[in-house]
């Protein structure tokens, strides 16, 4: 990890970097962290020789290896290697952008030319520019995100093979698979730009997974189910055999799934895709949205969107956190604060850009949003099950399905049908439908079974009443 300077007032501040805990560790990059350094700092002065008023790049570097094992035999194995770099320039407000994976000293110098050339066709925009200098991060905590996973292609192999095998002993039902990959990603960047900052830091990300075929052996339909661990190091995965139990027995609760008739009834969304929720509001609320007027929640700070119940906070600073960041892409510095209190809008996700065009200042979200944590209940699913008493639990969604503009929320699903609070039998081929003002504003509870795989930490929602369309 890389720390980084104060911001001078000078037309060419230095840039200097700070040693931080991380860049010790073991790693398999090709170039050390000195070199993206240096790199991002000819890329600065190339900008300026060029006549550039302001500039900023980032440049890294990312390493990986994905195998995958189907019925036993290895299906694919990859190793990536990949690097680039990006420019922005600014001619006074003109802005142009070029990349290149080249890292060559004449290939660098002649993608910052091409940035320049596009500046000064481009319309000034008031709107283009750097950060503000007093918004970047000053320091860079340690949010532990690098821990790389020293795991051998043959030992890869065999976590495949065990995660496959037991899946398939869950049930004689299960006949055939989809295959289990096992993979570990490593990556760094280095961002800088002309005010002084200087910034960056190596992250990793790896995962297993295990995909599962059932057939029910009465000429019924044959289902498919999966499940997956992920995790910043190997100590934060699930066991190989543990994931494949698991997918295992979401495909066996599966089969004899039924078609429901049309109807409205209370709708459970589990963990994994309650998360799909959250995201809708999310783009919702996001800069690009609502100053291109193309929001259902245009103008929605302050107002209640939510169940008095909801509370929405964005913690960018957990350590190992899927969403953590000690800054964004434009190296502002990211802060915990409210998104949703008591289910009112407290702050939108604006980089420097969409905020300058709404008349709001950045929320340190340039690049999406970080860790949203979902505040719950007591319930657990099954505590929710019995809570709803009848009505549908979601446990797959499938398309798209939703209007960014007017909130129309209408998608494909399976999952489970639910009486007398408890799973009666499984679903499938029925659409859900709603719109997401009345889904958020009817959420009933929130479970404590969150899901910690990704940045969205949600536990299963209830949603009061959706319409299910069948056959």
């Known amino acids: 990890m890389t720390a980084i300077a104060q911001p001078e007032s000078t037309p060419k501040p230095a840039l200097v970097s700070h040693p931080v805990r991380g860049n010790d560790k073991a790693g398999r990059f090709p170039l050390p962290t000195a070199e993206l350094e240096r790199i991002a700092e000819s890329v600065l002065e190339a900008a300026r020789a060029g006549g550039a008023t302001a500039a900023e790049t980032e440049v890294s570097q990312a390493v990986g290896q994905n195998v995958s094992v189907r019925r036993g035999e290895v299906e694919t194995i990859a190793y990536n290697r990949d690097k680039g770099i990006g420019v922005t320039v600014y001619l006074g407000q003109r802005r142009g952008h070029a990349s290149t994976a080249d890292f060559a000293r004449d290939a ?85 730009n002309t005010q002084g900052f200087l910034g960056g830091y190596r992250s990793t990300r790896h995962h297993i997974d295990c995909s599962v075929i059932g057939d029910p052996g009465d000429g019924g339909p044959m289902q498919r189910d999966y499940w997956y661990t992920a995790g910043r190091g190997a100590r934060d995965l699930q066991s190989a055999a543990e994931v494949g139990r698991i997918a295992g027995e979401r495909t066996v609760r599966r089969l004899g799934a039924r078609k429901l008739g049309t109807l409205e009834c209370p709708v459970l969304f589990e963990a994994p895709e309650a998360a799909d929720l959250i995201g809708a509001f999310v783009r919702a609320v996001s800069g690009g949205a609502l100053y291109r007027q193309s929001s259902f929640l245009l103008d929605s700070l302050g107002t209640q969107v939510f169940a008095p119940h909801v509370s929405i906070r964005e913690e960018p600073h957990i350590p190992r956190g899927r969403g953590s960041a000690p800054f964004d892409n434009e190296g502002v510095a990211t802060i915990a604060r409210d998104v949703v209190r008591d289910g009112v809008v407290r702050g939108y996700f604006l980089g420097s850009y969409s905020a300058r065009k709404l008349g709001l200042a950045t929320t340190g979200n340039a ?50 049908w ?40 949600t536990g299963s929602v209830l949603v009061g009443r959706m319409t299910v369309a069948g056959h």
Not at 149 to 176: I, S
Not at 372 to 394: F, K, Y
Not at 434 to 444: E, R, S, T, Y
């Open 108 to 192: 660098v110098h002649a993608t910052v030319a091409k940035a320049l050339a596009i500046a000064r066709y481009t319309a000034e925009d008031p709107a283009a520019g750097l950060a503000d200098p007093e918004r970047l991060a000053r320091e860079i905590p340690d949010l532990d995100l690098y821990d790389p996973w020293e795991l051998a292609v043959d030992e890869a192999v065999r976590l495949g093979r065990e995660a496959e095998g037991a899946a398939l002993a869950v049930d004689p039902r299960l006949t055939n698979t989809e295959g289990s990959t096992v993979a570990w990603s490593e990556s760094e960047f280095v961002y800088a």
């Open 367 to 416: 690049g999406g949003a970080h860790n949203l944590v979902v505040a719950h209940g007591d319930d657990d699913l099954e505590g929710l099950i019995r809570r709803m008493g009848r009505g549908l639990l979601v446990t797959e969604q499938l398309g798209q399905g939703v209007n960014p503009v007017t909130g129309d929320y209408s998608r494909g699903a399976a999952g489970f």
């Open 418 to 457: 639910v009486e007398g609070g408890e799973i009666a039998y499984p679903v499938e081929e029925i659409t859900i439908a709603g719109n997401l003002k009345d889904i958020f504003l009817d959420i009933v509870a929130i479970g404590r079974d969150v899901d910690r795989r990704g940045s969205r930490l």
